[in-house]
């Protein structure tokens, strides 16, 4: 893996959006991660957590 930009870093939750199930882009700054969905618009906060049944999203700030 090639980190050209160590400050922020990007990836998409695969059907990560609570509101439509569409892919979401989340972006992972030193503030924290934050996600806005491409199809409906939607804005949040994930959160991600390990179990052990894979990873876990769930999402904090959706309503604020
Ligand atoms: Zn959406």
Do not use: N, Q
Not at 28 to 56: D, F
């Amino acid at each position: 893996m090639t980190e050209a930009h160590p400050a922020s870093r990007d990836f998409t939750i695969p059907e990560g959006c609570p509101v439509c199930a569409a892919d979401l882009p989340v972006r992972v700054t030193a503030s924290g991660p934050s996600g806005v969905c491409k199809h409906c618009g939607w804005l949040g906060r994930p959160v991600i957590t390990v179990t052990h049944r894979g990873l876990s999203v769930s999402y904090e700030g959706a309503r604020a």
